[in-house]
């Protein structure tokens, strides 16, 4: 009988969107290094770049046949687009694990895949391959995923209109309140909460890795652990573990270095809103008075096709653009990681998806936090709350609210206070990733329990 040690193989999958590749692309790199051989199947409607797989030698990288067109996700909505793809994609994964057994001689050690593509898990039941659910986002919002499944929508939504309701703390997780649950942005709640039992209730995974460290979410990460009743390995964050930035699916813009190099030391707020999210032309406007009237230099990220309407910023009137160049930069796109690590980025403005929150945390750079939907904020609610690195911008962004938030992050004592709670926060990771630390040891768990599984 063959021994599960000589298996080497891992199978990775994702879901086809910039937070979720890049984190997976990372594991692999990490589970490379310990001597695994990493196929990654990627969707037919958003490939992996050939100058980002670059960055990945080695991987091999195998299409799965379009299932459902990424144009149904507008008609559907993002829940019921999730679930229908679950659907209509079993038999052609299971067809390419097949394929894969054929071809590389049964060598596959495990399957990992996004807890949004549980229809992975029939392929893995089928084959007998053990396999292993990645959460890309925070074990908090895993935490919410199995607390909302357990709920009735239509109960919940009468609940929430009492205010103690609203308060109460979800399962000892403070700060957790029920009116912090990712419930928002995603339309009706009835196909969110099925789409939770969903994701909990046909799991068959022997573990769950989760991109976090334990010094960030101790209490939900203990919550889990009791809750699955399998292993859990926080092994976060990935880009230090795999020593990786991970792919882009947009191509980057290094024309800002000359301009931020010229800046002085911890004075640029950086801003950049995500991969997906999208605003109005008035939005941006208020956004650029409010950055100009603080007076700070700042860098900014506005991807194409990102404001309503326009190409780019050419909405924008020609007055405020002439300003920016005089005191700010913008560019399309930028390697986010290297921006946030240059001694002049002295704050960072975010829609708080995971990958920028820790990406943020390991530069100890404080954050303003302008959260879009679900489960960023979550992280906004975190990054306020509980470790008081940063503040949130809610309600209409008008201009004067936007100089007063940066002034506060870049100018004021307060903003001080959280830059020093970011850099304290910061030690505390990046030693959960060297030799001893938490993510170090779970890194190095996982590697045991996939070969011995």
């Given at each position: 009988?063959?021994?599960?040690?000589?298996?080497?193989?891992?199978?990775?999958?994702?879901?086809?969107?910039?937070?979720?590749?890049t984190?997976?692309?990372?594991?692999?790199?990490?589970?490379?290094?310990?001597?695994?051989?990493?196929?990654?199947?990627?969707?037919?409607?958003?490939?992996?770049?050939?100058?980002?797989?670059?960055?990945?030698?080695?991987?091999?990288?195998?299409?799965?046949?379009?299932?459902?067109?990424?144009?149904?996700?507008?008609?559907?909505?993002s829940?019921?687009?999730?679930?229908?793809?679950?659907?209509?994609?079993?038999?052609?994964?299971?067809?390419?694990?097949s394929?894969?057994?054929?071809?590389?001689?049964?060598?596959?050690?495990?399957?990992?895949?996004?807890?949004?593509?549980?229809?992975?898990?029939a392929?893995?039941?089928?084959?007998?391959?053990?396999?292993?659910?990645?959460?890309?986002?925070?074990?908090?919002?895993?935490?919410?995923?199995?607390?909302?499944?357990?709920?009735?929508?239509?109960?919940?939504?009468?609940?929430?209109?009492?205010?103690?309701?609203?308060?109460?703390?979800?399962?000892?997780?403070?700060?957790?309140?029920?009116?912090?649950?990712?419930?928002?942005?995603f339309?009706?709640?009835?196909?969110?909460?099925e789409?939770?039992?969903?994701?909990?209730?046909?799991?068959?995974?022997?573990?769950?890795?989760?991109?976090?460290?334990?010094?960030?979410?101790?209490?939900?990460?203990?919550?889990?652990?009791?809750?699955?009743?399998?292993?859990?390995?926080?092994?976060?964050?990935?880009?230090?573990?795999?020593?990786?930035?991970?792919?882009?699916?947009?191509e980057?813009?290094?024309?800002?270095?000359?301009?931020?190099?010229?800046?002085?030391?911890?004075?640029?707020?950086?801003i950049?809103?995500?991969?997906?999210?999208?605003?109005?032309?008035?939005?941006?406007?208020?956004?650029?008075?409010?950055?100009?009237?603080?007076n700070?230099?700042?860098l900014?990220?506005?991807?194409?096709?990102?404001?309503?309407?326009s190409?780019?910023?050419?909405?924008?009137?020609?007055?405020?653009s002439?300003?920016?160049?005089?005191?700010?930069?913008?560019?399309k796109?930028?390697?986010?990681?290297?921006v946030?690590?240059?001694?002049?980025?002295?704050?960072?403005?975010?829609?708080?998806?995971?990958?920028?929150?820790?990406?943020?945390?390991?530069?100890?750079?404080?954050?303003?936090?302008?959260?879009?939907?679900?489960?960023?904020?979550?992280?906004?609610?975190?990054?306020?709350?509980?470790?008081?690195?940063?503040?949130?911008?809610?309600?209409?962004?008008?201009?004067?609210?936007?100089?007063?938030?940066?002034?506060?992050?870049?100018?004021?004592?307060?903003?001080?206070?959280?830059?020093?709670?970011?850099?304290?926060?910061?030690?505390?990771?990046?030693?959960?990733?060297?030799?001893?630390g938490?993510?170090?040891?779970?890194?190095?768990?996982?590697?045991?329990?996939l070969?011995?599984?």
């Amino acid at each position: 009988m063959e021994k599960r040690a000589e298996k080497r193989r891992i199978v990775l999958v994702p879901v086809s969107a910039q937070g979720h590749v890049t984190p997976f692309m990372q594991l692999g790199k990490a589970l490379q290094l310990k001597g695994f051989s990493i196929t990654v199947v990627q969707s037919q409607s958003k490939q992996i770049s050939s100058s980002s797989s670059q960055h990945f030698p080695g991987f091999h990288f195998v299409t799965l046949p379009e299932s459902l067109p990424l144009s149904e996700a507008k008609r559907l909505g993002s829940v019921k687009f999730l679930m229908k793809l679950n659907e209509t994609s079993e038999a052609s994964f299971k067809d390419c694990i097949s394929q894969l057994l054929l071809q590389q001689g049964n060598d596959i050690a495990c399957i990992i895949y996004d807890k949004l593509m549980y229809f992975s898990e029939a392929a893995a039941k089928e084959f007998k391959i053990p396999s292993v659910i990645f959460s890309t986002t925070c074990a908090t919002n895993h935490v919410c995923c199995s607390v909302l499944s357990k709920l009735n929508a239509d109960k919940f939504l009468i609940d929430m209109e009492d205010p103690e309701m609203q308060e109460k703390v979800v399962e000892d997780l403070y700060p957790l309140r029920y009116k912090n649950l990712p419930t928002s942005g995603f339309g009706p709640l009835e196909p969110l909460f099925e789409s939770c039992k969903e994701i909990v209730y046909k799991r068959t995974a022997s573990a769950v890795i989760i991109n976090t460290a334990s010094c960030l979410e101790s209490s939900s990460l203990s919550w889990l652990q009791q809750e699955l009743n399998i292993p859990v390995y926080p092994l976060g964050p990935l880009h230090i573990t795999a020593s990786s930035p991970g792919p882009s699916l947009l191509e980057e813009d290094k024309s800002y270095i000359e301009w931020l190099n010229k800046q002085k030391p911890r004075s640029v707020i950086y801003i950049s809103l995500g991969s997906k999210a999208h605003m109005e032309a008035k939005e941006m406007l208020e956004m650029a008075w409010g950055l100009l009237n603080s007076n700070q230099p700042f860098l900014w990220v506005i991807r194409p096709g990102s404001i309503a309407g326009s190409e780019w910023i050419e909405s924008l009137p020609v007055e405020v653009s002439k300003m920016i160049s005089e005191r700010g930069c913008i560019v399309k796109w930028a390697p986010q990681i290297e921006v946030l690590g240059h001694h002049a980025v002295g704050g960072f403005w975010s829609h708080c998806g995971w990958n920028s929150t820790l990406e943020s945390i390991v530069e100890g750079v404080p954050m303003i936090c302008r959260p879009f939907q679900g489960e960023q904020k979550l992280n906004a609610m975190y990054v306020e709350s509980l470790w008081r690195i940063g503040i949130q911008l809610e309600g209409e962004v008008e201009r004067k609210g936007v100089e007063r938030a940066v002034k506060r992050l870049i100018l004021d004592e307060e903003g001080e206070g959280m830059r020093e709670r970011a850099l304290d926060l910061k030690e505390k990771v990046k030693a959960s990733v060297k030799s001893g630390g938490s993510s170090y040891d779970a890194l190095g768990e996982l590697v045991k329990f996939l070969n011995t599984e």
